[in-house]
């Protein structure tokens, strides 16, 4: 195990990971904050977060194994979506479905990532080396509104936002079954499936706060057209809380979707993410975005509320 130790002389405040990534150039972002969850860094004896401001005097020490090479750069691929906004410091994407945000296990090209080091190469540059610009996910098969930070002002302040539940999503989604109530809380925990791994479950060993609000939008004779607010960010965070009251989103086929109405009347995942609002991270203006359902799943809606007429 080697010790690193480091003072901090500076006059204003930093971030503690922002401060080991000037520090150790060797590590990535990702690698540094990973280290830090997993209390690898002090500051003055005692356990940090990664968004820690360090102040003049604080003494950082960071305990690592032998350092090994880094994962490979990642190469630009010409991958398209459309902008719903741009200015220096931020993108608003509509990621559409099918699209995976960043590399991950089995997958190391055409990622939304891969797609936004093409398109601006400065990016790379930005967060960690492996999610640059990266501030939060859409699953592959969710479309809708992205956030993706250009500069570390806005890599660092999106983050704090995201951490201190300050940006605000809305979805929209088709689920199965009428409800009782048209507003409503969803308050389970959630965590890793117990027995499959790739899933996540309110039947866990490691439960974390999961909180969503929902709203009846319209209501059909088999399904239910819902407003989703996520309170917090948990991974498959509204499938699984819908799967769990017993209302799975259609089209989801992890979750339970296809075994009730079949794939053929619900070709994929209605889940899009319609409306995000934040704080400008530069200007510190709110502001707010909202991105229609892209053209497969209006068909879908329409189609329901045909049948009600018919």
């Excluded at 003494?59 to 750069?73: I, L, R």
């Excluded at 080396?129 to 002002?153: C, N, Q, Y």
């Excluded at 201190?164 to 959630?190: E, M, N, Q, W």
């Amino acid at each position: 195990m080697i010790r690193e130790k480091f003072f901090f002389d500076g006059l204003e405040p930093i971030r503690l990971d922002l401060f080991l990534k000037n520090r150790l150039k060797p590590f990535s972002r990702s690698r540094i904050q990973k280290a830090i969850k997993e209390g690898q860094v002090k500051i003055n004896g005692h356990p940090a977060r990664a968004s820690q401001k360090l102040k003049p005097g604080d003494s950082v020490e960071f305990f690592y194994e032998e350092f090994s090479s880094e994962e490979p750069a990642l190469k630009p691929e010409r991958v398209d979506f459309e902008i719903i906004y741009e200015d220096e410091h931020i993108i608003i994407i509509n990621k559409p479905a099918g699209l995976v945000v960043h590399p991950g296990a089995g997958i190391s090209s055409g990622t939304l990532v891969h797609g936004l080091l093409f398109h601006f190469p400065g990016i790379s540059q930005v967060g960690s080396s492996m999610r640059p610009g990266i501030v939060h996910r859409l699953d592959k098969e969710t479309s809708g509104l992205l956030v993706v930070a250009k500069t570390e002002l806005a890599y660092h302040s999106l983050r704090e936002q995201f951490e201190d539940r300050l940006v605000k999503k809305t979805y929209l989604a088709l689920v199965y079954g009428r409800f009782k109530d048209k507003r409503g809380i969803i308050d389970l925990p959630i965590g890793r499936h117990i027995h499959q791994r790739e899933k996540f479950s309110v039947r866990t060993k490691k439960p974390r706060t999961a909180i969503t609000n929902f709203e009846v939008l319209q209501e059909f004779p088999e399904t239910t057209f819902l407003a989703l607010k996520p309170i917090t960010g948990r991974t498959h965070q509204l499938r699984v809380h819908l799967s769990a009251i017993g209302h799975p989103i259609v089209g989801d086929s992890r979750y339970g979707g296809p075994k009730r109405l079949g794939p053929k009347k619900y070709p994929r995942l209605f889940l899009h993410a319609w409306k995000l609002s934040l704080v400008h991270p530069q200007s510190q203006v709110k502001m707010e975005f909202e991105c229609p359902l892209p053209s497969d799943l209006q068909s879908v809606l329409d189609r329901e509320r045909a049948e009600i007429k018919s």
